[in-house]
Every structure is written in structure tokens, then in C-alpha cells.
């Protein structure tokens, strides 16, 4: 549990990896079925790989409209609460679209055009994530989005579990299909019988999912950023709660048991007592793990985890950076000034009581997040997830007049001929004129 390194050079601490030669055949074969024959692999691959067989891919609008019936009031209202914030958030994030002279006559601007028809996977395996849905459909709506399409594991007995439904219903949400895993990323990318194709697919999922849209991505539809196994990297020191600390490491444990967490102490010249936090942080957790119902994920997770002792703070923030974290918990004494220092990690929560539970759920904030050190490139996503950015230049005769030997220079500089010709045509026809 929580395998102990002590001041460990950049790059030691690793991802699990996995065996993935046969992991990208086996997708790619999926991807091929379901391209071949669409509805008919969807409900094969359901049955082989789900041990679930459907009747129909969509959900019957009478299963949404239905869905509340079967939540009880406090979990409905905690949904509403977490979608007006996410709601809030993200609605600020909208931009006007600024247009910029940048010489005389040369009127340059950029404007944000929603996506037509969007795809989002939410996963419904061991935890149906209807909080995902609420994080990728929310800021779609704002957006423009004109049609959003749902794809979710069912359930053994062919349902949709009712709060994914229940929150699909509060986001106006009607088209929502039965399909999981690689199948259902195929389905969305090339479309099939029943399912849309789309222009872009959002959500996370496990492995066979992340390495179905890297595919899709490489070929026929954009992805919103790599997303697999769940992780998170907390920062403490002496004075911090080392409850608090092993409860967070927890919480991302139980998503999964290929999930990752860090435990990372500060321990300015103490190598003893930064041992010490180490070994109470691990007692901590197995006294709350065993009060845990996913106690089998977790304790999978924790084996292939790590606790960090860094003896130099100055050695911190470059840690962190390296390792570039989905989620950031930083709950030392100085946790604002370490904070300005991170360049990489996905989403960042700051001081003892920002549980990272809190951001997954219904602080505002987008939980899909980059994984697996991709948030060295990579953002979360936001409202800009949801738009392509076109831009505009509209020139007149004396904007031309003007910057047209610039442009012939360097047209010619670059031996293209016919740019600098699609110039010179039209100041010849002014000086016919």
C-alpha cells in the first residue's frame, strides 16, 4: 500500500501500465464490427461484453419522464443544487467575440460557433456518474449545442440507472442509447441505425473507452482530451490533517482499481518525521477503508500507488509539474504560494477543507479532466470545449492598397507564385479602374 519513496527524482513515479498491444487490436476489431453493421454489433457486443440482452438502444421517453419517481427528493435536490452551479460557472465563461483593426482597411476578428451534434459516454458500470452528465451537458446547452446525443451502459436488467435519467430529463435531454464501452464510442464517431453520428465525443470511461475515441480520434471524430483511469496527487506537511489527507487518497481510490493516488509530504529536512506522516496517513486508511462498501477497488488502487517524502520545498512544485496530476489537493501551510507555483494538473483544490469530492460533484467546476500526465497539454473541459473558433478578415481597397507588397514579399520569399499573384490581379484591375 502506498509504495515509499524518499526525495525520488523526476520520473520515477509512473502510471500502472497496461498490455497495450492487445488492447488496441481488440478495440480496433470492435470499431470495424460496429462500422460493418451497425445496430446488429451494437446489440451483439452488448450481450458479450455486458451480459446484457436488449430489446431496443434508446431509452423510451416514458423511462425519462419517469426517472424521479424512483430517486428519493434529497438526492434530486442535491442534483439540481450541483447542476445551478455548474450551470453558473460555466455560463461565465462566455466571451465576446472582439474585433481587432490591425492596420488600416484590415479588419480581423474570431467568432465562437457551438457544435452542431455532440456525443457524450457516460459510464454506468460499478458507478453510474450522472454528475458527468450534468458536467458535459450543461455547458453544451450553454453553448448552442443543437443536438446532443447520450450513450451509458445498461443496467443487468436492461434499464438506465434512474439518476443518470433524472438528470438527462433536468438537462432537456431526449436522445439517450443503452450502448457502453468501445461499441458505444464507435456508434457515436460512425453512427449506425439508431445512433447519430457525431462531431465530437466528450466523457470518460476505462480503458477499452480512452483507447476507442484515441482511435476514433485519429481518423473520423474529435475527442474532448484523453481521460482514463481517475487519479490525484495530495500535498501535505506536519501541521495537516492526515485524516483529511487518507480520506482524500481514498475517494479517488474507489473509482477504480486501475485509479492512482499520491500522497506527497513536506518534510523540510525530516526524513524521519516525513516517514512518520507517511505511516499514519496508511493506518488512516485502513481504518476507514474498512467501513467502505468498494473496499476490493480500493485496495487494487493502492498497489499500484505511491507516498512521496520530499525533504526540499523547493523540490515541490517541479514534482508536481512533472507529474502533472488530474486532481491537485495541496493542504500544507503555505498551500496559496505552492499553488502559484503548479503549471500542470487538471483541476486544483486548495486548503483542508477542499475536499476534491466537492469539485466532482457540485462546486461548479468541470470534473473531466486530463489524465496520465496529459495535463502537461491538456485542459479540463470548459465552454470553449463546446465551440469551434471560425475566424473573419474583411479587407478594403486601401487595406489592400497598404499591406499588399508585404504580402507579395513574403508570398514570393516562400516561392508561392500564384499568393502573390491573387494580390497583384487585383491591384491591377484598381489601376484599370
Known amino acids: 500500500m502506498l509504495e515509499l519513496l524518499i526525495n525520488p527524482p523526476l520520473g520515477v513515479v509512473t502510471r500502472p501500465q497496461v498490455e497495450q498491444e492487445s488492447l488496441t487490436a481488440r478495440v480496433a476489431s470492435i470499431i470495424e464490427e460496429v462500422k460493418a453493421y451497425g445496430d446488429r454489433a451494437l446489440f451483439s457486443l452488448t450481450q458479450q461484453y455486458d ?61 465562437s460557433v457551438p457544435l452542431e451534434r455532440i456525443g457524450i459516454y457516460i459510464p454506468g458500470g460499478s458507478a453510474p456518474l450522472f454528475s458527468t452528465l450534468l458536467m458535459l451537458a450543461v455547458p453544451a446547452q450553454i453553448a448552442g449545442c443543437q443536438e446532443i446525443i447520450v450513450t451509458t451502459p445498461a443496467q443487468k436488467d436492461g434499464s438506465v440507472h434512474p439518476a443518470i435519467l433524472y438528470a438527462a430529463s433536468l438537462c432537456k435531454l431526449t436522445k439517450i442509447f443503452k450502448v457502453g464501452g468501445a461499441q458505444a464510442i464507435a456508434a457515436l464517431a460512425y453512427g449506425s441505425e439508431s445512433i447519430p453520428r457525431v462531431d465530437k465525443i466528450y466523457g ?29 496527487m495530495v500535498v501535505i506537511d506536519a501541521l495537516s490533517n492526515t485524516s483529511f489527507a487518507a480520506a ?41 477503508t474498512k467501513l467502505l462498501k468498494r473496499q476490493a477497488i480500493i485496495n487494487e488502487a493502492l498497489k499500484h500507488s505511491w507516498a512521496v517524502v520530499i525533504t526540499d520545498s523547493q523540490r515541490v512544485a517541479p514534482f508536481i509539474n512533472d507529474y502533472a496530476p488530474e486532481h491537485l489537493i495541496i493542504n500544507t501551510a503555505n498551500y496559496r504560494e505552492l499553488a502559484e507555483e503548479v503549471q500542470s494538473a487538471g483541476s486544483v483544490f486548495l486548503g483542508k477543507y477542499a475536499c476534491e469530492s466537492i469539485g466532482d460533484y457540485a462546486a461548479g467546476t468541470n470534473h473531466t479532466l486530463p489524465t496520465s500526465r496529459w495535463a502537461r497539454s491538456f485542459s479540463g473541459v470548459s465552454l470553449d470545449s463546446f465551440y469551434k473558433k471560425i475566424t473573419f478578415q474583411e479587407i478594403t481597397k486601401e487595406g489592400l492598397q497598404s499591406i499588399s507588397e508585404s504580402v507579395k514579399i513574403l508570398a514570393e520569399a516562400e516561392s508561392l507564385q500564384a499568393h502573390a499573384n491573387a494580390v497583384q490581379i487585383r491591384l491591377n484591375q484598381m489601376e484599370e479602374r
Not at 58 to 79: C, G, N, R, S, T
Not at 204 to 228: H, W
Open 204 to 232: 470518460p470511461g476505462n480503458r477499452y473507452v480512452t483507447e476507442a475515441k484515441q482511435q476514433v480520434a485519429q481518423k473520423v471524430c474529435a475527442i474532448d482530451l484523453p481521460a482514463g483511469p481517475s487519479e490525484v
Open 51 to 111: 451480459k446484457v440482452a436488449l430489446s431496443e438502444l434508446m431509452v423510451p421517453q416514458e423511462a425519462l419522464k419517469e426517472a424521479h419517481k424512483y430517486l428519493e427528493p434529497a438526492l434530486k435536490e442535491a442534483i439540481k443544487r450541483a447542476m445551478q452551479n455548474i450551470y453558473k460557472f460555466h455560463v461565465a465563461q462566455r466571451a465576446p467575440d472582439e474585433t481587432v483593426e490591425t492596420e488600416e482597411g484590415v479588419l480581423c476578428w474570431r467568432k
Open 248 to 288: 482524500d487518497l481514498i475517494s479517488q481510490a474507489e473509482h477504480d482499481s486501475a485509479s492512482q493516488v499520491v500522497l506527497v509530504v513536506v518534510a523540510e529536512g525530516e526524513v524521519q518525521g516525513g516517514v512518520r506522516i507517511v505511516e499514519e496517513v496508511r493506518q488512516k486508511i485502513v481504518e476507514q
